[in-house]
């Protein structure tokens, strides 16, 4: 389309997407939280090791913070078409985003905005399932590729590096936000625990330890998270000095 672009065009607009996708969610996080709890699940985002190897590895799965930013700025301000457009895209990035957005939408569905959850749940759940019909239909019937991970016949780990790997990966889960999450245990347990299941459930170690940009499918959901747990942690009387102690 641009045939005189430069190799920098596609880093600057895959980076630029980057920024406006953690922009998105700053604005999200602030729909649902005040000071200190703000940058108590902020904070630890913005400079997170997923967020930062999502942003080094020029990957078009930064679309996937930037949609499910829009998507989650738009379900707090009440917007729901723009709400629904944002989890129909999100849903569109890659094979398995549309699980990602469907367990966040059903965990929504419990919220106030049932009605606007569960159509974005419905609309996540039509397009994976229209998805896998067309991969189907045009590929065969291999697999969606990201179910590969989950077989062996990837670079062989040792035992000890196969527990080590996932305990390293469950650490940057929690060091990244991801326990804000306990101040919403419904949250942590459907909607973080089975995506943090399935990277320990892979055989490929970039994708089993949240490597390069394989941390696009939690990142959502850890801002998501930290959102949800911000009105729990404004409750707070010991808020503040949890704050002076996380920084």
Request: charged share 10%; with cysteine.
């Amino acid at each position: 389309l641009v045939p005189n672009a430069g190799h920098i065009l596609y880093p600057v607009l895959l980076s630029f997407t980057l920024s406006a996708g953690a922009a998105l969610w700053t604005l999200a996080l602030r729909e649902k939280a005040e000071q200190p709890a703000l940058w108590l699940g902020f904070l630890p985002l913005l400079f997170s090791v997923p967020l930062f190897r999502l942003s080094q590895s020029f990957h078009y799965e930064v679309l996937a913070l930037f949609f499910s930013g829009m998507a989650m700025l738009a379900y707090y301000r009440g917007n729901a078409r723009i709400f629904l457009a944002g989890i129909l895209f999100w849903s569109l990035v890659k094979e398995d985003t549309s699980v990602y957005a469907a367990l966040l939408c059903a965990y929504l569905s419990w919220t106030v905005k049932r009605k606007m959850a569960l159509t974005g749940l419905l609309i996540a759940l039509a397009t994976g399932i229209a998805g896998r019909i067309i991969q189907t239909t045009l590929g065969g019937a291999e697999g969606p590729e990201w179910t590969n991970y989950l077989r062996q016949g990837w670079p062989a780990l040792t035992d000890r590096s196969f527990f080590s790997v996932r305990a390293g990966a469950l650490f940057l889960v929690l060091a990244s936000s991801g326990f804000m999450a306990l101040f919403r245990i419904r949250y942590a347990l459907f909607v973080l625990a089975p995506v943090a299941a399935l990277h320990a459930s892979s055989f490929h170690p970039w994708h089993a330890s949240y490597y390069g940009h394989y941390s696009y499918s939690i990142l959502p959901l850890l801002f998501a998270g930290a959102a949800e747990a911000a009105e729990r942690v404004n409750s707070m009387k010991w808020k503040t000095p949890v704050l002076f102690l996380s920084c």
